[in-house]
């Protein structure tokens, strides 16, 4: 096999994403039960999480949108509480996961190309690069404002291999999501692997799907391209 490029998913597949935004909603749920929110901090979780996905995971106004449909109005103080201690908490919790900085640093030195294909806005992609001090590190990074479209649709798979001038065959995409990542980069002929220790798909959906490789640990990449 004949690896001449490796794209990346960006969350749950380079960083803990998911640890990240729990951690910050609990803090920023505390902030605000001491300002006055009168609520139970675990339906709080479960209120704030199911608003996250009404009004998109990356919103910045999903808090001020949870407090309007709880309470029909939104308490500026309460609010200012939430949102600072989420921004004070989520740069803690935004590091790579292990392994990951030693192994790009190979793969670069291998004369390999890599990349960032993720469904991120281009400004949040950017944001969590730096704070995970790797904005340096990619040939390509390819956010959802860049492709114009999710990676459920195909297409960004499509724009990548059109900015690598690559055949699909040469180049090895690596991300946490069957739906999202696997599916659409296997649609698109390219070598797939799912980051298993990132992943928070059920055994039957990932066997549907069979990804080319499974990675249990970041480094398992210079395994399969024979590094």
């Known amino acids: 096999m004949l690896i001449k490029a490796v794209l990346f998913d ?8 998911s640890e990240m935004k729990h951690m910050a909603v609990n803090m920023a749920i505390r902030a605000m039960i001491d300002q006055g929110l009168d609520m139970d901090p675990d339906e709080a979780f479960r209120s704030i999480f199911e608003t996250y996905y009404e009004v998109g995971i990356e919103s910045d106004n999903a808090f001020s949108e949870f407090l309007k ?13 939430g949102v600072n201690a989420y921004l004070r908490t989520k740069p803690s919790f935004l590091e790579p996961y292990p392994n990951v900085v030693p192994t790009l640093i190979k793969l670069i030195k291998s004369g390999l190309v890599i990349g960032i294909l993720t469904d991120a806005p281009r400004l949040k992609g950017w944001q969590r690069l730096c704070a995970i001090r790797l904005q340096h590190f ?23 291999l059109g900015q690598l001038k690559l055949s699909s065959k040469e180049v090895l995409f690596v991300g946490d999501s069957v739906e999202r990542d696997i599916k659409g980069a296997k649609a698109a002929g390219m070598v797939t692997a799912l980051a298993g ?25 210079l395994d399969i391209i024979g590094m």
């Open 138 to 160: 990619f040939d390509h990074v390819i956010t959802r404002d860049d492709s114009g479209a999710p990676k459920t649709g195909g297409l960004p798979f499509e724009y990548a």
């Open 69 to 81: 449909r709880r309470f029909g109005q939104v308490d500026e103080r309460i609010l200012a509480a």
């Open 197 to 221: 220790y990132g992943t928070k798909d059920a055994e039957e959906a990932i066997l549907a799907v069979q990804p080319d490789y499974i990675l249990s640990d970041f480094r398992e990449l």
């Open 10 to 17: 960006l969350d749950n597949t380079l960083l803990d994403f």
